[in-house]
């Protein structure tokens, strides 16, 4: 089945730094979904990518989807402790690609 | 206001009792998804209905069961819990239309520990 690499597992960052999560998949995708799961909750969509090379913000978080659709990432300006959490990728699968397959997830811990 | 629903939140319970997890939702969705996901790891589709009468297995094999007699409930039973069931189970909704975003919807889900 569809698999999808998410790399890093974890990050740890001092606060006001950068962070980067990354997800690359061996076959072309029709489009790639990102979720952020707080410490003890659920995950929450974020953001769906569909273009060949988009790139979307969301006041300090930037997606971008590669030009061959096969590889996405997060990028976080200055980080604040409220970014704590896990983000997952995710990518279409099954018939009619009506469920997700999950990347295993970045865990971001921010130090205050 | 629509929203997904599961109960219990926590559930502490002793091997071979019969267990069913509660998921109900307000959003009209017609597609719901049940995820296994131990702490800090990643999510695993064991069940999915895409409308009355349908559910079919997900990649992950689960002795659990389910069943969708009605489009907003979606139980998830275990008619034997062991202690390798011990884990949190997420319950979410998808859309029927496609629309912009094909997002899917998470419940707060049921963290079950099998004593």
Same mark, same amino acid.
């Given at each position: 089945?569809?698999?999808?690499?998410?790399?890093?597992?974890?990050?740890?960052?001092?606060?006001?730094?950068?962070?980067?999560?990354?997800?690359?998949?061996?076959?072309?995708?029709?489009?790639?979904?990102?979720?952020?799961?707080?410490?003890?909750?659920?995950?929450?969509?974020?953001?769906?990518?569909?273009?060949?090379?988009?790139?979307?913000?969301?006041?300090?978080?930037?997606?971008?989807?590669?030009?061959?659709?096969?590889?996405?990432?997060?990028?976080?300006?200055?980080?604040?402790?409220?970014?704590?959490?896990?983000?997952?990728?995710?990518?279409?699968?099954?018939?009619?690609?009506?469920?997700?397959?999950?990347?295993?997830?970045?865990?971001?811990?921010?130090?205050? | 206001?629509?929203?997904?629903?599961?109960?219990?939140?926590?559930? #502490?319970?002793?091997?071979?009792?019969?267990?069913?997890?509660?998921?109900?939702?307000?959003?009209?969705?017609?597609?719901?998804?049940?995820?296994?996901?131990?702490?800090?790891?990643?999510?695993?589709?064991?069940?999915?209905?895409?409308? #009355?009468?349908?559910?079919?297995?997900?990649?992950?094999?689960?002795?659990?069961? #389910?069943?969708?007699?009605?489009?907003?409930?979606?139980?998830?039973?275990?008619?034997?819990?062991?202690?390798?069931?011990?884990?949190?189970?997420?319950?979410?909704?998808?859309?029927?239309?496609?629309?912009?975003?094909?997002?899917?919807?998470?419940?707060?889900?049921?963290?079950?520990? #099998?004593?």
């Amino acid at each position: 089945g569809q698999q999808v690499m998410q790399i890093p597992q974890y990050q740890h960052v001092q606060e006001g730094e950068d962070f980067t999560t990354y997800c690359n998949s061996s076959t072309t995708l029709s489009n790639i979904q990102w979720y952020k799961q707080r410490p003890g909750g659920h995950p929450v969509f974020l953001i769906q990518l569909v273009k060949s090379g988009e790139v979307k913000k969301q006041k300090r978080l930037t997606f971008q989807f590669g030009e061959a659709k096969k590889n996405s990432s997060l990028h976080i300006t200055a980080t604040q402790t409220t970014d704590v959490g896990t983000y997952f990728c995710a990518v279409p699968s099954g018939a009619g690609s009506y469920q997700l397959t999950f990347g295993k997830g970045t865990k971001l811990s921010v130090i205050p | 206001e629509a929203d997904i629903y599961q109960t219990p939140r926590y559930l #502490v319970i002793g091997t071979g009792k019969k267990i069913t997890l509660e998921c109900s939702q307000t959003m009209g969705h017609d597609k719901m998804y049940w995820y296994q996901q131990d702490p800090g790891m990643e999510l695993h589709l064991i069940h999915y209905s895409y409308g #009355v009468n349908s559910t079919e297995k997900g990649d992950l094999s689960s002795e659990s069961t #389910v069943s969708r007699i009605r489009t907003e409930h979606f139980p998830l039973t275990l008619e034997s819990a062991r202690p390798s069931h011990t884990s949190q189970y997420l319950c979410a909704t998808k859309s029927k239309t496609s629309g912009i975003y094909n997002e899917q919807f998470f419940g707060p889900g049921t963290r079950l520990t #099998v004593l």
